[in-house]
């Protein structure tokens, strides 16, 4: 059985007051991984926070290189001295707002599994590509940009997060039946392209999660958790989508 996850993706938000609350009032679930990504900022005083803890401390994105005139980035193995256990990558608002094409992604993720981060990959379609009936051609896409620069692809060590696009943001969640039915096909992509065991392989979903809601999705075969954007930065709201996994 896998184990559930809730991950909060904090985006350019917060504080260290905020990350002051939430490790004075963040439950403590032994039946679901709990990863927290604040800003690059606050990295080192959350993982310093919760060094003692099963929770883990991630960030949002990082460059393809170890060093480097990269003005402004930071590097995954930077990331993995400060503390760091995880890395998103992919994200959408990556993709659509810095450009991040599947070639970068694909870069960015190898030197987070060499770093010895676990990843977290990104895959998801737009509202277009959803009405055009192309959904699944657009998350096939970036999984297999992602396996053709992996020398073994095994997703063992590797979570991947469902994020519709035209859901991110919006407070327009995917039903759990569309939810449900990619993240199947994901699964079944991840069975026939990579070496390991495809069940194993925790896929959350990320668009819109909320507290009401979160327990008829998880209910779902193929849901394993969430990443969850702005109401990860409410701890109440938080640990309400943390309690909807126990089931």
């Known amino acids: 059985m896998r184990k559930p996850v809730v991950a909060a993706n904090w985006k350019m938000n917060g504080s260290l007051g905020l990350c002051e609350h939430f490790v004075a009032n963040l439950a403590r679930p032994d039946y679901a991984d709990v990863w927290i990504f604040p800003t690059a900022l606050h990295l080192g005083a959350l993982a310093e926070s919760f060094r003692d803890s099963d929770i883990s401390v991630g960030v949002q994105n990082v460059w393809c290189e170890v060093e480097g005139a990269f003005t402004g980035e930071i590097s995954a193995s930077m990331v993995a001295?400060?503390?760091?256990?995880?890395?998103?990558v992919g994200h959408s608002e990556r993709r659509s707002l810095f450009g991040?094409?599947?070639?970068?992604?694909?870069?960015?993720?190898?030197?987070?599994?060499?770093?010895?981060?676990?990843?977290?990959?990104?895959?998801?379609?737009?509202?277009?590509?959803?009405?055009?009936?192309?959904?699944?051609?657009?998350?096939?896409?970036?999984?297999?940009?992602?396996?053709?620069?992996?020398?073994?692809?095994?997703?063992?060590?590797?979570?991947?997060?469902?994020?519709?696009?035209?859901?991110?943001?919006?407070?327009?969640?995917?039903?759990?039946?569309?939810?449900?039915?990619?993240?199947?096909?994901?699964?079944?992509?991840?069975?026939?392209?990579?070496?390991?065991?495809?069940?194993?392989v925790r896929i959350l979903y990320g668009g819109s999660v909320k507290g009401?809601?979160?327990?008829?999705?998880?209910?779902?075969?193929?849901?394993?958790?969430?990443?969850?954007?702005?109401?990860?930065?409410?701890?109440?709201?938080?640990?309400?989508?943390?309690?909807?996994v126990k089931s």
Not at 125 to 154: K, Y
Not at 221 to 236: M, P, Q, R, T
């Open 81 to 88: 001295a400060a503390g760091g256990q995880l890395a998103l």
């Open 100 to 200: 991040d094409s599947d070639a970068v992604v694909a870069r960015k993720f190898k030197k987070i599994t060499e770093a010895g981060l676990i990843p977290v990959l990104c895959v998801g379609e737009t509202l277009e590509e959803r009405e055009s009936g192309l959904a699944f051609e657009a998350v096939q896409r970036q999984l297999n940009a992602v396996e053709e620069a992996w020398d073994n692809p095994a997703y063992s060590h590797v979570a991947i997060a469902y994020e519709p696009v035209w859901a991110i943001g919006t407070g327009e969640a995917a039903t759990p039946d569309i939810a449900q039915a990619m993240q199947a096909l994901i699964r079944n992509h991840v069975d026939q392209n990579s070496s390991g065991d495809s069940q194993a």
């Open 212 to 244: 009401v809601g979160a327990a008829e999705l998880i209910a779902q075969e193929d849901i394993d958790g969430f990443l969850v954007g702005g109401a990860s930065l409410d701890v109440n709201e938080f640990n309400q989508i943390c309690e909807a």
